[in-house]
């Protein structure tokens, strides 16, 4: 059978997962940079990626952002160029699982609220806006250029400018695109499409910027084949429930619980929910698709609840591999692993409750 090229969509998301390749790996910042961008490279000159996304360079970057006592990068970022078609991909990462600052800060600093300019009203959490400006700062570690001053830098083209990232990825990538097109004077008539193609990202803030995203990039598509501006979604994933739709996290699963929702779940939503204080978090525009409940997911140690998390790993991760870029899901390496002191620890709470 003959190699099917992927589409734009699809070859960005190969992009956003790229952008990942050193969660769980340790280092100081200029070892993690410079393991990213040696994997990245590779990945983009194999034949088994080529075949399928055609030929890529990276153009800015990969830079890797890492606080002082951390041993893992917080975030990670960088811009890849179609050598075709002159698209250009800006790939970011999403929470690395070793870092505790990602998971403390990035992730759950929800119920402070940063406002953002553009609208009346709108304001995105203080952990999404942390990301932010950790984004804005980064300079290429040989141009020292600032990602905005590479874009606005270079000549008019016919090519997209497409922002990406899956998870934490999936709520900066819209809020940095959105920042540059209306706060950071980013020069769009350069390009002939600015797009926007989040997946997986948790709400980044209310009612009135999700409004003023849509407004800024209006929704393309209907399915994640086609669409472009939307978060894509699977609806068994628990990540993009967070935070307007939490109350449903606890029944996601109900082929594990004889078709009811989890009660250590339910206690854990109503401790976190908390957190948001009071803060009515809205989703962005979204396009969805339905992963199957894979059977064979086991937990690391005996429990529903153990399995209840080994499932919501492997629907926030390998489904939309599976789903979005199957030919490709076993050149990927394994990004998120579940870790077994974890797996206890929810299983001692929940038997707590």
Known sequence: MANRAYTLQQQTMVMSILSNYVSNHIGTEKELQARLAMSVAAALQNPAFTRYIGKWAVVWGPVVAKKLFSLEAE?????????????????????????????????????????????????????????????????????RQRLIEFLNGLPPTQANLIFTGHSLGGALSP?????????????????????????????????????????????????PSDAWNQNVRNTRDMIPHAWAELQSVPALYPELNGGKPLACMQAIVKELTPVMNGNAYANLPSVFFTAPFNPDVKGPVPGVNAAWLAQSFYQHILAYEAAITPELQSEFPVLLTLSRTLARVLELYCRLQ
Not at 107 to 119: E, I, K, P, R, W
């Open 75 to 143: 975030n990670a970022m960088m811009a890849v160029r179609n050598l075709a078609t002159g698209d250009i991909v800006v790939a970011m990462a999403g929470t690395n699982p070793g870092s505790l600052f990602d998971a403390a800060v990035e992730d759950l600093d929800v119920g402070a609220t940063v406002t953002f300019a553009g609208a009346p009203g709108a304001w995105i959490s203080e952990g999404t806006n942390t990301g932010l400006r950790t984004l804005q700062k980064m300079t290429d570690p040989v141009t």
């Open 175 to 223: 809020t940095l695109a959105l920042d540059y097109v209306l706060n950071q004077k980013l020069n769009t008539s350069s390009f002939s499409n600015v797009r926007v193609l989040p997946s997986a990202g948790p709400t980044p803030g209310n009612a009135a910027f999700a409004r003023l995203f849509a407004k800024t990039f209006p929704a393309v598509g209907k399915t």
